[in-house]
């Protein structure tokens, strides 16, 4: 990927994971919110290049001022290795490896030649509840749906039976990019292709606004994510950590 794809997907990540503020500094991203979902709360550079170590400090400064431990989001790159030093001396340590990857509409499209998944521009009680339910911790549920619904420009993806949700998505458009977020199929009910579903509900929307690139973001040991999203045309654009102190 080159350096404006690097950008465009951190921006548009935060464009669709929305937190309660942002700030750009020094070539960062600097999400400020008081929920539990990682990417709205760690510091990400914009560029995938050799950083100056002492911008960890200022970084600290700056979430230490809205009473937040600094968190950073870094890719696994070598150009990294300085930050990464640092980091380790200052008490830090990296976990939650995750996968970036990137694909194409039209292929993810093609991943289920079932019946797509409902689009709603907003979402409604019975979507929220997915996250909420059997299976998933409730304060990270309740989290995540406040984060993408607070998205200028998204759509949410369902399969429903008798009115529940069984499975659902979110798509945010922005800065060149459809991103895939918040996948959940509920407890009981895996296994049956509607994950697909509402990746292909979410392709449908996507075409309607002439969009072609899509990228999402998948924790390294969800092996049954990652599979369905191999199927979806989707591969590893570049591998990030968290790093934070214990």
């Not at 548009?12 to 309660?20: K, M, N, S």
């Not at 970084?59 to 290795?81: K, M, N, S, W």
């Not at 579903?197 to 049954?224: I, K, P, S």
Request: charged share 20%; net charge neutral; hydrophobic share 45%.
């Amino acid at each position: 990927m080159n350096a404006k794809d690097v950008a465009s997907i951190e921006q548009a990540t935060l464009a669709a994971v929305v937190p309660e503020a942002v700030e750009e500094r020094e070539g960062w991203l600097l999400p400020v919110d008081h929920g539990t979902v990682g990417r709205a709360r760690s510091a990400v550079p914009l560029q995938h290049t050799e950083a100056d170590p002492g911008v960890l400090g200022r970084i600290e400064a700056y979430y230490a001022a809205h009473g937040l431990p600094a968190v950073f989001r870094l890719a696994t790159d070598a150009c990294f290795d300085g930050l990464r030093h640092e980091l380790r001396q200052r008490g830090y340590s990296a976990d939650k490896p995750t996968l970036v990857q990137v694909g194409t509409v039209g292929r993810m499209r093609q991943v289920s030649s079932q019946p797509s998944a409902e689009i709603a521009t907003t979402p409604d009680a019975a979507w929220t509840a997915l996250f909420l339910g059997e299976g998933f911790d409730p304060v990270d549920g309740a989290s995540r749906v406040r984060t993408l619904s607070r998205s200028r420009d998204s759509v949410y993806a369902s399969v429903r039976e008798n009115g529940q949700v069984l499975a659902g998505g979110a798509a945010a458009f922005g800065h060149g990019w459809v991103s895939v977020h918040g996948m959940r199929t509920a407890a009981g009910h895996r296994g049956q292709g509607l994950a697909g579903r509402v990746l292909a509900g979410l392709a449908d929307a996507a075409l309607a606004r002439g969009m072609a690139q899509v990228f999402l973001q998948v924790e390294a040991g969800n092996a049954a994510a990652q599979a369905l999203y191999r199927r979806a045309g989707f591969g590893t654009a570049w591998t990030y950590e968290y790093w934070r102190r214990a």
